[in-house]
């Protein structure tokens, strides 16, 4: 109610009147970098709204964790096996804040060298071929090569796979 005193040229009046405050949108974005085997997945969740908690899903269960300044993390405590995971962070509405959601996936790499040597004999070329795990380093990376316990050569790849012919007294 709003009212109106009045003075020496006006009457006093008043006024009553309605208005609704709508509760904002909310953003939320998740994000987890592809990982190997062995190594635990970081979440990270980042949000438009300056503090609230958000809801993630993964793998049947549910985690709430706290948005502080837009940002919130979550380690995830299972070592996971190789495969492809999906994550869900639901925004969890509030007296100011409407509800909202992502989703992503991640890799879980097994980072296991693949060695392959074709059958010779003695004085001949060996064809050593070596291809490195998705995501290994790049697409360039160094390998060494050792036979017996000293080092052949080290060898750049290219998009994860290399090769060499050896012929040193096969």
């Excluded at 980042?46 to 380690?75: A, C, D, P, Q």
Aim: charged share 20%; net charge negative.
């Amino acid at each position: 109610e709003i009212i109106y005193n009045g003075d020496d040229t006006h009457f006093n009046c008043s006024a009553n009147g309605e208005f609704t405050v709508e509760k904002r949108d909310s953003n939320v974005s998740v994000f987890v970098e592809n990982i190997f085997v062995g190594q635990y997945a970081v979440v990270n969740v980042h949000s438009t709204t300056y503090n609230g908690t958000v809801t993630l899903m993964f793998n049947g269960r549910e985690e709430e964790i706290e948005i502080r300044n837009g940002k919130g993390i979550w380690t995830i405590p299972d070592l996971l096996e190789e495969g492809t995971y999906f994550i869900t962070a639901i925004y969890n509405k509030n007296s100011y804040y409407e509800s909202s959601f992502s989703s992503t996936s991640f890799k879980v790499i097994d980072y296991s060298i693949d060695v392959d040597v074709n059958e010779t004999q003695f004085n001949q070329s060996a064809k050593i071929i070596v291809t490195l795990p998705e995501g290994a380093i790049g697409n360039t990376s160094t390998v060494s090569i050792y036979l017996n316990g000293s080092k052949l050569t080290n060898v750049t790849t290219a998009d994860g796979k290399t090769f060499i012919a050896y012929t040193d007294n096969l």
